[in-house]
């Protein structure tokens, strides 16, 4: 990851960015020592001030883990506002509502174990803020389930737009650019697909944020 994002900078990042309070940093400690993948305190701060910027009241998340990046979203929420989690694994899932409960933020979440993408489509829109963060093959899919739903105005962010364990940044690189890289394994090309449709959808204008794994955000303006 450093030589797309130096250390220097993401430690500068985290000093101007929102502070994380207890709980965040129990999560921030409970990844490094498994090792699981968060979006991390550098995206965390952004999502929390992406809420706070499209004054955010509904957020859906496909792919949620222990309630890392609910947490950060859900600080931004008003009183009256929900998040939606989802999760395939039941353990994340409830490690994700303890801590949502200790955070206070019980009363905004509401906890969906199975698909995502089968998710969604028992809710009805609208959500102002997205996250995508499920299997990188199938960001496109909760894109298009999702679109219908999310407000003018609102916002989509999709997770690992630059990086992420198995994603081959340069044939990444080159695909966003239109040119060929040869053989491309299917995360690197899921997500590239994913930056292709949003990036070509006239209701949505995208930019990408490199900090942690890269989060592409696409305002929806139409
Ligand atoms: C990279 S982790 C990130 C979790 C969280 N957004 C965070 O920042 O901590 C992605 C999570 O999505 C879950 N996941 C993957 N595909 C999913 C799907 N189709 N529906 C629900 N959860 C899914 C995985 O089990 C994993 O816990």
New binding site residues.
């Given amino acids: 990851m450093s030589e797309i994002l130096p250390d220097a900078t993401a430690e500068f990042a985290r000093a101007i960015g929102p502070e994380p309070d207890g709980v965040i940093e129990e ?1 921030d400690a409970q ?1 490094d020592a498994e090792g ?5 305190p550098e ?2 701060g952004w999502l929390q001030l992406l809420a706070r910027m499209v004054d955010a009241r509904r957020v859906f ?10 947490y950060w979203f859900a600080r931004a929420l008003p009183d009256d506002g929900e998040i939606v989690l ?4 039941e353990d ?1 899932l409830d490690q994700a509502r303890e801590y949502l409960r200790r955070g206070g933020f019980d009363d905004l979440a509401s906890y ?1 174990l ?6 969604v489509a028992e809710y009805e829109g609208p959500f102002d803020a997205v ?1 995508i ?3 990188k093959h ?1 960001y496109r899919e ?1 894109f298009e389930a999702v679109r219908p739903k999310v407000a003018e105005g609102g916002v989509v962010i999709a ?2 737009a630059v990086t ?1 364990g198995p994603i081959d940044f340069e044939a990444l690189s080159a695909l966003v650019r239109g040119e060929d890289p040869g053989e491309v394994d299917d995360h690197t090309a899921g997500v590239a697909d994913y930056l292709g449709a949003v990036g070509d959808d006239p209701a949505f204008e995208s930019a990408l944020i490199p900090l942690g794994e890269g989060i592409a955000v696409s305002l929806r303006v139409d």
């Fill in positions: 999560m990844a699981f993948p968060t979006v991390g995206v965390g998340e496909f792919g949620s883990g222990f309630g890392y990046s609910a989802t999760e395939v694994d994340e969906e199975g698909d995502a993408i089968e998710t996250l963060d499920n299997e199938r909760a997770d690992n992420a």
